[in-house]
């Protein structure tokens, strides 16, 4: 190597400071000799980045070093370097000139433009994730299995806090882990062992997971624990940061994102906690003596704790991960150092275990199709995966998954001092249409004087719209849809808010004979129960806007002028004209994997409106009785060779 030459000369008495030649011998400068250290040793590569971020690649004992230019580590490095070649220390001047120089050849020069990661890369295809340790070695996973390479075939940065992670090992189990995350629920389980595995991808949208409960219950504890499998780190658990600013420091210099204790998240930490979570930029001021910016653009999985349910505002908690950590009895608290001494012995093999989790779902991800996509369907897709890499019964996870949205939902309603008296205008009512101010008056004189005082009321029309629409969802998931900024027909044109019933499902009150179960929206029931039977009448010549099949049954009144109709086939709902042509069918159906009646008489059966999962649905024999079954189904001809089928 050049740098090795350099030595020698120096050693043998030639003075690398003077060019060789015929012409005058001329002095070089230190900054000069710094970078002909550096170029031409062969030690550092400089590189870009794709958003055009230079970024050098050090050799430092015996292992590869990535660090921005703005990281004092590179300066203490260069630093090192001339001492070594010269036994001499380098003027500040002179090093500010070098790294100025060696910059512009990174941004701008002939080198290599190359991704840098933060603890883990990859994509669907294989994953690297940085152990962190001083060999620079990484673990590799992939849809076959992972190993650990000491020749990590991507560029890694590691911050200050940065710690090494312990390497995995076989034989392992995830269960070892709820020997020191204290979950109250296999529901619970479910939920974090998803979040912990997504957060070892490189590639979001994450879930926040949330966690509360009483002191006592070891919600800290559960941080620790979590953040020591992701992302080891100095400083494992932040405070509420100040704002937008050190939020985006904080996801800078940390693959996971945990804030401990939080009595309170304000509106703008909800907001960028859930851009962070799903993925944005974030631009700040870099000097206070240019106009520049600084951009972060990131994506993290996120943890926050605190006693109460301090997530309340609607998109944050449909982001979220609800889990209620319980109390922790006397008899089976350990010390700290009881429990962390036994936590480290373990780490390695449910380290291993987590890797064989994540391996497994790599190879179930592609295959995996929702019926339904919830809220954060990325995320939603990786939990089925990694459900059926651990064996679970199909809707396992999405069980708990909505379970989860469900508290969610309900808490973000509870928090919304105005959602009471609305409700129930809108249920003395059957729903809204007017203007904004009519309704806000509307609200006010529903409400009493506590109401009215509670931190978060609208003090007027304009306030109570944005109100609105930010428990949109939460509305429709409790049977309301509201409409805002409706053009008024009358000459005065003016905007309305319409809220109107929509489609909720009901719960199926026993499995009894009973006459066809009427699955109608919160508006009017059908007069007679046996007007339209859900197997046995459907729309002429109506398809389902969603999946384009002829399933759709009749479901129950939508107002005077329409009525509501849902797909059997993928679960939506239409809104029909009542002038609809309704025919009567004979189509015998049966769920698609083969399975009957288990009462044993074999008849033929029909769907039910309810579904029971994500996967099954309630079915109806012919002999009157109802039962779980699967979600799909399949025209039935056994029993009617002249039946037709219906029209895909």
């Not at 070089?28 to 958003?51: A, I, N, Q, Y």
């Not at 002191?215 to 020591?228: D, F, Y």
């Not at 890499?389 to 309900?410: H, I, K, N, R």
Request: glycine share 8%; aromatic share 8%.
């Amino acid at each position: 190597m050049v740098l090795e030459t350099v030595y020698s000369n120096q050693e043998s008495g030639v003075n690398p400071s003077f060019t060789s030649g015929n012409g005058p011998k001329h002095k070089k400068s230190p900054s000069s000799r710094l970078l002909e250290f550096v170029e031409c040793g062969r030690v550092c590569e400089l590189f870009r980045t794709p958003d055009g971020t230079p970024y050098a690649t050090a050799w430092l004992d015996g292992r590869w070093e990535t660090w921005g230019f703005q990281n004092t580590n590179f300066a203490l490095w260069l630093k090192k370097r001339f001492f070594e070649g010269t036994g001499m220390a380098i003027a500040e001047q002179a090093l500010k000139d070098a790294l100025g120089v060696l910059e512009g050849k990174a941004r701008w020069g002939a080198g290599p433009v190359r991704d840098v990661s933060l603890r883990t890369a990859g994509d669907v295809v294989s994953i690297h994730y940085d152990l962190a340790d001083e060999a620079g070695r990484v673990v590799e996973v992939t849809s076959g299995g992972w190993r650990v390479r000491s020749d990590a075939p991507v560029r890694f940065r590691r911050t200050k806090g940065t710690m090494p992670q312990d390497a995995p090992e076989t034989g392992g189990s995830t269960s070892l882990l709820w020997k020191y995350v204290n979950a109250g629920s296999d529901s619970d389980r479910v939920l974090i062992l998803a979040w912990l595995t997504a957060a070892l991808r490189p590639t979001g949208p994450y879930a926040v997971l949330n966690m509360n409960g009483e002191q006592g219950s070891g919600k800290s504890t559960n941080s620790r624990v979590l953040r020591a499998l992701v992302d080891p780190n100095a400083a494992p658990l932040r405070s509420e940061p100040k704002d937008q600013r050190d939020l985006a420091i904080a996801a800078h210099n940390n693959w996971l994102v945990a804030l401990d204790n939080l009595s309170h998240v304000s509106p703008d930490l909800s907001d960028g906690v859930c851009r962070l979570a799903t993925g944005a930029g974030f631009a700040t001021r870099s000097l206070y003596l240019n106009d520049e910016e600084a951009l972060f653009q990131a994506c993290r999985p996120v943890l926050i704790n605190g006693i109460d349910e301090v997530a309340n505002r609607s998109d944050l908690l449909n982001r979220s991960l609800s889990i209620t950590v319980p109390r922790i009895e006397a008899i089976k608290r350990r010390t700290e150092a009881e429990m962390w001494s036994s936590f480290e012995a373990d780490r390695p093999r449910i380290l291993g275990a987590l890797f064989d989790v994540v391996s497994a779902a790599m190879c179930h991800l592609p295959t995996v199709r929702l019926i339904e996509s919830p809220r954060m369907a990325d995320f939603a897709v990786w939990g089925v995966a990694m459900e059926r890499a651990m064996g679970w019964p199909d809707g396992t996870f999405l069980g708990a998954y909505e379970a989860s949205q469900d508290v969610g939902t309900q808490a973000a309603l509870e928090s919304c001092p105005f959602v009471t008296p609305l409700l129930s205008i809108l249920e003395s009512k059957r729903g809204w249409d007017g203007t904004p101010t009519a309704l806000y008056n509307q609200i006010r004189g529903k409400a009493d004087v506590d109401e009215r005082m509670q931190q978060g009321w609208p003090k007027s029309a304009g306030a109570l719209s944005r109100g609105l629409k930010r428990i949109m969802p939460n509305l429709r998931s409790v049977g309301w849809n509201v409409q805002m900024g409706v053009k008024s027909t009358d000459h005065n044109r003016t905007r309305k808010i319409v809220i109107t019933p929509c489609p909720i499902s009901a719960d199926i009150q026993g499995t009894e004979n009973q006459d066809a179960l009427q699955f109608a929206p919160p508006a009017e029931k059908w007069d007679d129960p046996e007007q339209y039977l859900p197997g046995h009448h459907m729309p002429d010549g109506v398809r389902c806007t969603q999946c384009g099949l002829p399933h759709i049954r009749a479901t129950g009144h939508a107002g005077a002028d329409h009525v509501w109709g849902r797909c059997l086939s993928c679960a939506s709902y239409q809104m029909l004209p009542v002038t609809t042509e309704w025919v009567m069918t004979d189509d015998k159906v049966r769920p698609e994997d083969g399975s009957r009646c288990p009462f044993g008489c074999d008849d033929p059966t029909y769907p039910q409106e309810q579904t029971y999962g994500p996967h099954q649905r309630w079915w109806r024999c012919y002999c009157g009785m109802l039962w779980v079954g699967s979600a799909a189904w399949v025209p039935d001809y056994r029993e009617d060779p002249i039946l037709e089928p219906l029209a895909a």
